[in-house]
Structure formats: C-alpha cells, structure tokens
C-alpha cells in the first residue's frame, strides 16, 4: 500500500486498483474499468462518455488476424492496390452481397492492429489487422445487441472464417 499525502492535507491510499481519499472510493484504474478486451456480451460503456472517472476509450468488436491469414481468406491484393482499401472497398461488400440477409446490416470494416492483445504468441512480430463489424456508439450498441447472432454469423461467412471464429469475437479496446 502507498500513502500520499497532498498540499491540502489530505491523504490518498493507493491499494491495488483502487485510490481513496479518507474512506471514499476516488478512482479505479483505468486498466481495470475498460480491460484491454472484453467477452462479446460484456458491452462497454459508450466511447468519450465519463465513466467512473475516466473517459471511455473506443472498442472495437471483431477478430483479430495476422496479414498473412487475411491474404489467405480473401486472397492478396492486386499489384498496386492498398490492400486495406482493396479489403474494404472490394472483397468485404462482394462477399457480404452472397451471405444470407434477415436485416439491412453493413459487411465488416479493417484496421491496422499495433496493439499486443489478441496476437498470438507464435505470430507476435507479424503484422495484424482487426475485422471489425460494430464499435462503441450508442447506435452500434443497440445494433448488435438485437442482430448479434446474424452479424457474427455472416461476418464469419464472409471473411471465410471457420465456425470456431464464433467463439473468439471480442470487444477490442484501442489506445
């Protein structure tokens, strides 16, 4: 346990996660209230609201893969084209056309991933990218907690995933 104390005479406790002042709950570390990943159904908050002191960061729920298995599910990009815009603007809506529709929903998005959760230790100086299909905005929220299964479902037909990629979606924290 650390103990501070301030130029107002008061004492902050540092305990863990958790910094009091006095008896009262001040703030818990950042680390703790937004995990660097998270379950599929344990939502975060809304991003850039105030939640327990601190500012939501952005998530992103999705997949993480190497370079090398995205060019294997949807095949390298053509000579002189970016293969991230190729991916977006080409593969993912092409494929997302033939999976079968109940709702009016949007193909999966990319990103560059340079953050170490999700990588695989036998892959950890490959390059990644996140297949994302929802972040955390209040629309996006709603959005997959009413057509959960249907997102996953066809995000995983079109990117060409096996059925086992079901279980590994994840709610992805940036920064």
Same mark, same amino acid.
């Given at each position: ?15 863990? =996660? ?9 703030? $818990? ?19 850039? *609201?105030? *939640? ?5 960061? =952005? ?31 080409? $593969? ?16 999966? =998005? ?29 629309? =996006? ?26 279980? +590994? ?5 940036? +920064?």
């Amino acid at each position: 346990m650390i103990t501070q104390s301030d130029e107002e005479s008061h004492t902050w406790e540092l305990n863990g =996660d958790l910094a009091y002042l006095s008896s009262e709950l001040v703030l $818990i570390k950042f680390s703790t209230v937004f995990p660097a990943s998270r379950a599929v159904d344990d939502f975060p908050p809304i991003a850039n *609201h105030i *939640h327990q002191g601190h500012r939501v960061p =952005d998530y992103r729920l999705g997949w993480v893969v190497t370079v090398t298995e995205a060019e294997e599910l949807l095949e390298p990009a053509p000579e002189g084209r970016e293969a991230i815009n190729y991916y977006r603007y080409d $593969i993912l809506p092409s494929r997302w056309g033939t999976t079968e529709a109940k709702s009016d929903l949007q193909p999966p =998005d990319l990103m560059l991933w340079s953050y170490e959760t999700g990588r695989e230790s036998h892959h950890k100086n490959e390059a990644y990218l996140l297949f994302y299909v929802a972040q955390n905005s209040t629309e =996006d929220l709603k959005m997959v907690k009413e057509h959960k299964e249907e997102l996953i479902t066809r995000s995983i037909e079109a990117l060409g995933f096996t059925s086992e990629r079901q279980e +590994k979606v994840k709610w992805y924290r940036l +920064k």
